[in-house]
Nanobody, 121 residues
Framework: QVQLAESGGGLAQAGGSLRVSCAAS????????MGWYRQAPEKQRELVAV???????NYADSVKGRFTISRDNAKNTVYLQMTSLKPEDTAVYYC???????????????WGQGTQVTVSS
């Protein structure tokens, strides 16, 4: 069973910084793209950032220039460095990854349980 475990969420002041991490574990043959999504109260879940296995990145317009996504393939871990935080960044942040758990199967999407990020004004 593949599991994604997020960590690093918490409280931050507006203008502050926070880094969240997501480590994949379990049956893993290969990992393709990894990304971060977030969901604020009464809003749809939205893509925040994604990074391919080769290191190419894409960001939501709302976080460009403030957030940086990175990964450590040796640790099967993806990070999201958040700076210049705003109250509107407050949300539950979810890790997502495309993982091939073993030979003979296709890549599948997996989700973490989420970590709360709260930014005070």
């Amino acid at each position: 069973q593949v599991q994604l475990a997020e960590s690093g969420g918490g409280l931050a002041q507006a203008g502050g910084s926070l880094r969240v991490s997501c480590a994949a574990s379990g049956s893993i043959f290969s990992i393709n793209a990894m990304g971060w999504y977030r969901q604020a109260p009464e809003k749809q879940r939205e893509l925040v950032a994604v990074i391919t296995s080769g290191g190419s990145t894409n960001y939501a317009d709302s976080v460009k220039g403030r957030f940086t996504i990175s990964r450590d393939n040796a640790k099967n871990t993806v990070y999201l460095q958040m700076t210049s935080l705003k109250p509107e960044d407050t949300a539950v942040y979810y890790c997502n990854a495309e993982i091939k758990p073993r030979r003979g199967v296709t890549f599948m999407n997996y989700w973490g349980q989420g970590t709360q990020v709260t930014v005070s004004s």
